[in-house]
Nanobody, 120 residues
Framework: QVQLVESGGGLVQAGGSLRLSCVAS????????MGWFRQASGKQRESVAV????????DVTNSMRGRLGISRDKATNTLYLQMSRLNAEDTGVYYC?????????????WGQGTQVTVSS
């Protein structure tokens, strides 16, 4: 089992920046990839960005290309999401997820989510 705890969400003005953190604990050696997902009110959850343990970034949402950075501190098992030039469409609940699989295999572990609200 893997436990994920997100932090760093909050209220930010349009044009601002925010960094989200996700600390993983438990059987972290089994993780093959970790990622950030978000869900806006009334919309389906979407991938924001995914980072494999080999350092490959995939599944970056088009709306945030050039505005985000995803990284992982292996020493502390922490995944980061740095977001800049935020706009109202970035508002939503951001979830951290971890997977032991690849490709289309589902993410087995999810955090509780952290709310990001961008005021215009």
């Amino acid at each position: 089992q893997v436990q994920l705890v997100e932090s760093g969400g909050g209220l930010v003005q349009a044009g601002g920046s925010l960094r989200l953190s996700c600390v993983a604990s438990g059987s972290t050696s089994s993780i093959n990839r970790m990622g950030w997902f978000r869900q806006a009110s009334g919309k389906q959850r979407e991938s924001v960005a995914v980072l494999s343990t080999s350092g490959v970034v995939t599944d970056v949402t088009n709306s945030m290309r050039g505005r985000l950075g995803i990284s992982r501190d292996k020493a502390t098992n922490t995944l980061y999401l740095q977001m800049s030039r935020l706009n109202a469409e970035d508002t939503g609940v951001y979830y951290c997820a971890a997977s032991t699989g690849r490709g289309a295999q589902p993410y087995e572990f999810w955090g509780q989510g952290t709310q990001v609200t961008v005021s215009s």
